[in-house]
């Protein structure tokens, strides 16, 4: 009998609310929905297997459109060895994205499998594999009507993420959160559901020059956009310090008994807490 379990995550994606097709192609579309439910699957401490797609698509949408789309949702599995194996399509006055995606967990791991939110202790370390911030400057550069820096505009259009970094260091980690909606409100969900206190150090989390330059031209704070912009989908762990820091990873704070919150440097965050979707 195999010791395996199979995971499922899905996601939907609303055209206007989740991309535009003014500023992203069809495949950059496609990148981005399969990597926000991959990154989501591996969290969990899942090794992708395979993708569903569901398309409502508009009478008028062109077929060219909808074969760069798919292939960048296959292009984005491929980088994980997964698979598009199946779907369904149906008419709608906008366009909707929705992709199920499907993994195997074994017990290898540190935690029992699944990896769960609530396995964050006190005197755990926070670490995290990938970067922040990068997403939500280019999406309010676009916003904007900038085209550049492209490597930043890009970052929304396409999100590059570590996931074999993620998928190793589940065999390691206490607990695991992709960064969809800001690092702030997902780490939350780590302490609200293990009952400690996470502090992380702003000195782990200085924006790269690129984020500054943005951040300057559009007069933003840029750790705004670090601390709580989403789709970036870094992951961030609690890792008991008997264990090495995994490859790909480094260390941004702590976690302690206390009540369940996140701060910085010891204080709380003033600014907002990351993306509600129930908000647009």
């Given amino acids: 009998?195999?010791?395996?379990?199979?995971?499922?995550?899905?996601?939907?994606?609303?055209?206007?609310?989740?991309?535009?097709?003014?500023?992203?192609?069809?495949?950059?579309?496609?990148?981005?929905?399969?990597?926000?439910?991959?990154?989501?699957?591996?969290?969990?401490?899942?090794?992708?297997?395979?993708?569903?797609?569901?398309?409502?698509?508009?009478?008028?949408?062109?077929?060219?459109?909808?074969?760069?789309?798919?292939?960048?949702?296959?292009?984005?599995?491929?980088?994980?060895?997964?698979?598009?194996?199946?779907?369904?399509?149906?008419?709608?006055?906008?366009?909707?994205?929705?992709?199920?995606?499907?993994?195997?967990?074994?017990?290898?791991?540190?935690?029992?499998?699944?990896?769960?939110?609530?396995?964050?202790?006190?005197?755990?370390?926070?670490?995290?594999?990938?970067?922040?911030?990068?997403?939500?400057?280019?999406?309010?550069?676009?916003?904007?009507?900038?085209?550049?820096?492209?490597?930043?505009?890009?970052?929304?259009?396409?999100?590059?993420i570590n996931y074999f970094a993620g998928m190793i260091a589940k065999d390691f980690v206490s607990s695991m959160i992709d960064v969809s909606d800001g690092l702030m409100q997902d780490l939350s969900h780590i302490a609200k559901a293990s009952e400690v206190h996470i502090d992380l150090k702003t000195t782990a989390l200085i924006p790269e020059q690129e984020i500054l330059d943005v951040a300057a031209a559009l007069n933003v704070d840029p750790m705004i956009w670090v601390m709580t912009g989403g789709d970036d989908h870094a992951f961030v762990a609690t890792l008991p310090r008997s264990r090495q820091v995994p490859d790909g990873f480094r260390v941004i704070g702590e976690v302690f008994e206390g009540k369940p919150e996140v701060t910085i440097d010891g204080k709380h965050f003033l600014g907002p807490k990351g993306h509600d979707h129930f908000k647009y």
Wanted: charged content about 20%; some cysteine.
């Fill in 1 to 160: 009998m195999s010791d395996e379990t199979i995971a499922e995550i899905g996601e939907f994606g609303f055209e206007g609310m989740h991309f535009k097709t003014e500023w992203s192609s069809a495949r950059d579309i496609g990148h981005r929905a399969a990597a926000a439910n991959l990154a989501d699957l591996i969290a969990t401490g899942a090794t992708p297997t395979a993708l569903l797609i569901g398309l409502a698509i508009p009478a008028n949408t062109k077929v060219n459109w909808l074969i760069e789309l798919v292939d960048g949702i296959c292009e984005e599995a491929a980088l994980v060895n997964a698979a598009v194996v199946g779907g369904d399509t149906t008419k709608s006055e906008k366009l909707i994205i929705s992709i199920t995606a499907l993994g195997n967990i074994n017990d290898s791991g540190l935690s029992q499998a699944p990896l769960k939110r609530s396995g964050a202790q006190p005197g755990n370390l926070v670490i995290m594999s990938g970067r922040l911030g990068w997403a939500e400057a280019g999406l309010n550069a676009l916003r904007k009507g900038f085209k550049s820096p492209k490597v930043v505009c890009d970052a929304h259009r396409r999100p590059k």
